[in-house]
């Protein structure tokens, strides 16, 4: 399955792997009822108010996910000037508007701190965007997201882009783009088995990153060395016919998926942000298309990170896998590819 079984749908992404960031773009041509949640304490976000009930606009054009901090939140106007050339957005009669939700993550520890999307990173997403993009790992947004940092970044593992795909019954299809940029742990929601997240570099263990906070050792109050160091945001299209309100319902749904594979998820020092799309009229029950975007963003998640590689000295789930990770761990992972900037 790919984006193909969604009507004019199509991700597209620009990865810098020397600069250790990227951004990556669902476009949904004939727009799709927003839905969003942000459940992080650090969530840096636009065009949350579109998925309001309470606003005129109905559908949104585009959902970017960056890398850059709020730097990066200028992708988006090269997004908006692509859908714009195309004649995609919200017809006011005298212009298309082409409406945009975005969020970004944290990643400019990793690699270089002043290269960031921007508006040309934007445009030429867009540009390469395709309904057969399926790559996962150390892609777009996902080029420079680590996990794990409880302790802080010495602890840190590499974390990536994922996707997922889930169907109810014959006929409505979820898919799930999720980039991992957590500061808790990644397990397998199936088995429990945790698969990447903090790791002691000089013995060669896990940390249990649950366990490290109940036993006091953290402190008190913030830490600075990790505040607004994290974040993972999601993206699920459905062609299940919703409304705006069960739009974010289903996007609460979504966050519920973060929580069965990130331990601990939603923290203050996330910014854990969930997108929901429906770009279909298709009928089905409701819970049954909640259930499956919950699972579809849980496997987002394990795929993100086993399908990432190691970068500037960050161990990923890979390298470690021969030593660490269970064999039947690694029946869920993907090939992940790069493509540089251009």
């Known amino acids: 399955m790919d984006w193909s079984v969604f009507s004019g749908v199509r991700v597209g992404s620009v990865t810098d792997l020397e600069a250790g ?3 990556t773009v669902l476009i949904a041509e004939e727009g799709g009822v927003l839905g969003m949640e942000v459940r992080g304490g650090a969530a840096s976000v636009l065009g949350l108010e579109t998925s309001s009930p309470l606003h005129l606009i109905e559908k949104a054009y585009a959902i970017v996910l960056s890398g850059g901090s709020a730097y990066g939140l200028e992708s988006v106007f090269g997004v908006m000037k692509w859908l714009e050339e195309k004649g995609i957005g919200f017809d006011a009669k005298v212009a298309k508007v082409p409406i945009v939700a975005a969020g970004v993550v944290f990643d400019l520890r990793v690699g270089s701190a002043t290269v960031r999307p921007n508006k040309e990173w934007g445009y030429l997403a867009c540009q ?9 790992g150390n892609v777009g947004a996902g080029a420079g997201v680590t996990v794990g940092k409880v302790l802080g970044f010495d602890y840190a593992m590499k974390g990536g882009l994922g996707i997922a795909f889930k169907r109810v019954g014959e006929k409505v299809n979820i898919g ?20 990447a997240g903090a790791w002691d570099r000089k013995e060669n263990r896990w940390l249990d990153s649950e366990e490290v906070l109940l036993s006091g050792q953290i402190g008190w109050g913030f830490q600075p060395m990790i505040v607004g160091e994290n974040t993972t945001l999601v993206c699920v299209i459905t062609d299940a016919g919703l409304t705006k309100i069960q ?3 289903a996007a609460h749904f979504a ?14 020092y996330d910014g854990d942000v969930a997108f929901v799309l429906s770009v279909g009229n298709k009928r089905s029950d409701f819970h049954a298309v909640c259930v499956a975007i919950q699972q579809a963003v849980a496997e987002a998640v394990v795929n993100a990170v086993l399908s990432a590689d190691s970068l500037f000295g960050i161990p990923s789930a890979r390298s470690l896998q021969s030593s660490v990770l269970s064999a039947d761990s690694s029946s869920t992972r993907s090939e992940g590819e790069a493509s540089p900037p251009g």
Do not use: F
């Open 21 to 23: 960031t990227g951004v």
């Open 128 to 136: 390469r965007a395709s309904p057969q993009e399926m790559r996962q």
């Open 176 to 195: 799930a783009v999720a980039v991992v940029n957590a500061w808790g742990d990644i397990v397998d929601y199936r088995t429990g088995k945790r698969i």
């Open 247 to 249: 739009a974010n319902k």
């Open 255 to 268: 966050q519920n998926g973060l929580a069965l594979a990130i331990r601990p998820a939603h923290s203050m």
